[in-house]
């Protein structure tokens, strides 16, 4: 029998960390050798999420670079902005395979990761990392040590949107960008913004024109189209557990139809199992990806406008952090690229 690859989750404890824990743990190719987790080490991991007594037997650790090298070959980092260049660094020089769910390895300019996060303490690494948005740069990914995991609302803009900008069917400039979260995407560090009454029966725009995704989508927008973009991103909070949902407008070059901005997303994803096209008529819903890896994508034409709607949905915890992460891990690996992540959608 085949000794399977060893994989450490750093910072175990939060709600990607956790989605890792419960999607490793049932992964044919991979075996879960090391949890760490600050806040709790020394306790068992089924007493910090008792969803997963009987499965996860495992305690969390301090994390201490010298014996977490010893313990696995793969590394997860689910940890803060910051925290995770100072991790990754010794990894890397061990030779070790890393994908940060931060976005600390996320851009591929210095100056436009310092300006909305903090000074880099790596930026050696930061030229050597791979933007893992899976569909779009897999044959970089297949060759990474070092992966920056997309942001959860990037993911589910820009894969709708860079067939589009790649095939110029859409006009770079004016794009609108409207997304809406489940409240696990501000992380599970108790907050007076995402207590129950202060979300339940809620809806709401926060940080409008500047959260710190807009330069990620805008990096990754301005390669697909050749130019500089710079789009209109509004989040919302929706009381939701888990979920997101992009509505994307673009005015269209030419006079077009759904069959044709279609069939551009079909010919791009046709080898793409995560990628879900919904036939014309039909929109996603948070609801039929939760739990999954998929992110579903409708588009509507409206030729009164000249603009595409383009309508998508991921599992934010899943597509976009935890189970790209894993994706991304399978791609690296040479496993098969739905190994560990290909579970069905929940009915209701």
Do not use: W
Not at 295 to 323: E, F, Q, R, W
Request: aromatic fraction near 8%; include cysteine.
């Amino acid at each position: 029998m085949t000794a399977k690859d060893r994989v450490a989750v750093i910072g175990a404890s939060g709600y990607a960390g956790a989605e890792l824990v419960r999607l490793i743990s049932s992964h044919p190719k991979v075996s879960l050798t090391l949890l760490t987790s600050r806040q709790y080490a020394g306790k068992p991991y089924e007493e910090v999420f008792p969803s997963f007594t009987g499965y996860v037997k495992q305690k969390c650790e301090l994390f201490e670079p010298e014996d977490a090298i010893k313990k696995a070959d793969i590394f997860f980092l689910a940890l803060p902005h910051k925290a995770s260049m100072r991790v990754a660094s010794p990894l890397i020089e061990a030779g070790k395979k890393v994908i940060d769910l931060s976005a600390d390895f996320r851009f591929n300019n210095l100056e436009s990761y310092e300006t909305n996060y903090q000074k880099h303490e790596v930026p050696d690494l930061l030229q050597k990392s791979v933007y893992g948005l899976c569909e779009v740069y897999k044959e970089k990914i297949i060759d990474a040590d070092l992966i920056g995991n997309p942001g959860c609302y990037p993911t589910s803009i820009l894969l709708p949107l860079i067939p589009f900008l790649k095939s110029k069917l859409i006009d770079s400039q004016g794009i609108i960008a409207d997304s809406k979260s489940g409240v696990s995407g501000a992380g599970r560090t108790p907050s007076l913004g995402t207590l129950y009454c202060e979300v339940n029966e809620g809806f709401k725009a926060y940080k409008v024109s500047e959260h710190r995704h807009a330069p990620e989508i805008d990096e990754n927008l301005s390669i697909a189209a050749g130019n500089d973009v710079n789009i209109m991103f509004v989040p919302h909070l929706v009381p939701m557990s888990r979920g997101i949902v992009s509505t994307i407008y673009a005015r269209c070059i030419n006079e077009t139809n759904e069959n044709q901005l279609l069939d551009c997303l079909k010919s791009t994803y046709s080898n793409c199992p995560f990628i879900r096209i919904l036939p014309e008529g039909r929109m996603p819903n948070a609801a039929h990806v939760r739990g999954t890896n998929f992110c579903d994508i409708g588009v509507k034409y409206s030729p009164n406008h000249g603009m595409a709607v383009i309508v998508s949905t991921i599992d934010n915890l899943i597509k976009g952090a935890a189970g790209q992460a894993i994706q991304n891990m399978n791609i690296m690996m040479g496993f098969s690229e739905t190994d560990g992540i290909e579970a069905m959608p929940f009915s209701i």
